[in-house]
């Protein structure tokens, strides 16, 4: 990742010095927008309460985005991320911030997940003040709202044994859920103008999902021998399944019995990503140079 962003740093300063050249090219405005950039993630579901809970080490995560400006305020853009989410039941009443008298309950479930997934979106973004002209014009600091729609792949796993193990095929809860997620990314940014050509952005976003999934905890306790029939013909798998399930002995504690409560199907998992990124404006015909046969060199003047 960080020679992809090296390498694209290169290339976009060559087109820039080459572009910069021309003083007219200073005063049309710009369309297209190509930034990228990382940060951290968190994640809220049926293992984390972010005002309860310690963070489990840090969660990178990396995008790159192409946004299209439509008017003075509306711009549309495309976004790739990958993203980790990880959280412990063991890490309960740890974070700190308040005092917490009641019991740790959900130490006594024991569950822990990582997810480590691609997400695609698409979104609206609304720049709270408006840039008429050219793209030079534009103030210094402009604060924007951003909503959209996008999916996201899903695939949480679980650690034992020394080993990572993916946990959607093992069915813990006794069903099957998808290898992919809706999302409805939403939040707010801060746009800050360090040159002529280049934007750095702070952003913070929501993702509500389309599942309760995300950590693979949803529903009840089920009965371990219905792993010997989902699994039928894997003893090793079935048993990996059922050790994974419900993981309460390996803290000490007894196993939670068939309907006791594993997870809270009444609310959808979400997750949060913070970034920090570089947004340069591409100069006309930018695409046209990139994807034509027979590409010309630029000229200066």
Known sequence: MRKLAFTILIIMSFVEIADA???????????WMFSYGMGFSTYHGDL???DQDKLQGFNFNAGIGLR????????????FNIYQLQAADSLEHQSGLFQVSDPPDRAQRNLSFRAKNIEFSLMAIFNLIPVNGSYTRRPLLNPYIFAGFG????????FYQGEWHDLRPLQTEGKTYGGTTTVIPYGI??????NQFI??????????TGTDRLDDVSQRHVDLSIFDVIHAGDPETAALAKALSDRAAEAGFGTRGEGSIRGHDDRKDAY????????????????QNLFSPTRRKPKFR
């Not at 050249?21 to 369309?31: I, P, V």
């Not at 299209?68 to 495309?78: D, E, N, P, T």
């Not at 952005?201 to 509500?208: C, D, N, P, V």
């Not at 990503?273 to 591409?282: A, F, G, K, N, P």
């Open 21 to 31: 050249q021309s003083f007219y090219s200073r005063r049309r405005d710009r369309k």
């Open 199 to 208: 934007d750095i952005l702070f952003e913070i976003g929501r993702r509500s």
């Open 48 to 50: 984390y309460a972010f």
């Open 189 to 194: 940014g801060l746009r800050f103008k360090a």
């Open 272 to 287: 949060y990503i913070y970034q920090i990124r570089l947004e340069m404006y591409l100069p006309d015909g930018f695409f």
């Open 151 to 158: 999916i996201s792949t899903n695939n949480p796993q679980a």
């Open 68 to 79: 299209r400006k439509f008017g003075s305020q509306l711009s549309i853009r495309a976004d």
